[in-house]
């Protein structure tokens, strides 16, 4: 990239090329790997993404890795949510409304540290509680 800054192309555009090549090959598959990546894979991405920051390749704005893992799971969830629905079991009623839920459906269990990281139980206890 440093090749597009001396050509005089504008901060603007190297900002939109590297969210466009560098942080969409990032957040492309966070939602399935990102529960295996362990911290110190996340302090090398951010690492990297404070250098970039630091040489002006991307926007000062720029969140970090993990908010971006967070917005990939939230898009993730949006385009799956209705498949998901198929696998939880109908809710059933309660007589105490302790507080409100978005949906109607009970959570399968946590039973093991890999359930942890599995991207359905992943997805569906952050965004359907």
Avoid at 16 to 40: E, L, N, Q
Avoid at 97 to 121: A, G, V
């Amino acid at each position: 990239m440093p090749f597009l800054r001396n050509d005089g192309i504008p901060v603007t555009s190297l900002h939109d090329v590297f969210r466009a090549t560098v942080v969409a090959k990032v957040t492309y598959g966070a939602p399935a790997w990102s529960g295996m990546c362990s911290a110190a894979d996340r302090s090398k991405l951010n690492s990297f993404i404070n250098r970039s920051k630091k040489f002006g390749f991307c926007d000062k704005e720029l969140p970090s890795v993990t908010e971006l893992f967070c917005e990939a799971h939230d898009i993730a969830l949006n385009n799956i949510h209705h498949v998901l629905q198929t696998y939880l079991p109908n809710r059933t009623e309660t007589t105490y409304n302790l507080r409100n839920h978005t949906h109607n459906k009970p959570l399968i269990n946590k039973t093991s540290h890999l359930n942890h990281k599995d991207f359905i139980i992943q997805m569906l206890y952050k965004h359907i509680c």
